[in-house]
Nanobody, 115 residues
Framework: QARVVESGGGLVQEGGSLRLTCKTNGIILSVFNGNSLSWYRQAPGKQREFVAT???????DYKESVKGRFTISRDNRKRTGYLQMNSLKPDDTAVYYCNAGDQYWGQGTQVTVSS
């Protein structure tokens, strides 16, 4: 059974940092390695939005508002992804979801940034 589990969320003060982890289990190695790993987020009353992605060749792309603050990475050996979030803002408050292998989603982890 393929599983994706996000962790690392929590309550942080504006300007603080969090590191989210996307740990996977049961995904075939070639599927994990050969596809993008992405982070999305959804705030209450809003639609889910793209945050960051890292391709199989390790090229990255970010939502404009998080550029320079967030860094996405992946460790194919561990079949794990990460999202380092610095200089957090209240507008970053949302449930953050990881997508691995271009098809598997986690349950999300809550990030709350206080002002």
């Amino acid at each position: 059974q393929a599983r994706v589990v996000e962790s690392g969320g929590g309550l942080v003060q504006e300007g603080g940092s969090l590191r989210l982890t996307c740990k996977t289990n049961g995904i075939i190695l070639s599927v994990f390695n050969g596809n993008s790993l992405s982070w999305y987020r959804q705030a209450p009353g809003k639609q889910r939005e793209f945050v960051a992605t890292i391709s199989s060749s390790h090229s990255t792309d970010y939502k404009e508002s998080v550029k320079g603050r967030f860094t996405i990475s992946r460790d194919n050996r561990k079949r794990t992804g990460y999202l380092q979030m610095n200089s957090l803002k209240p507008d970053d408050t949302a449930v953050y979801y990881c997508n691995a292998g271009d098809q598997y989603w986690g349950q999300g982890t809550q990030v709350t940034v206080s002002s």
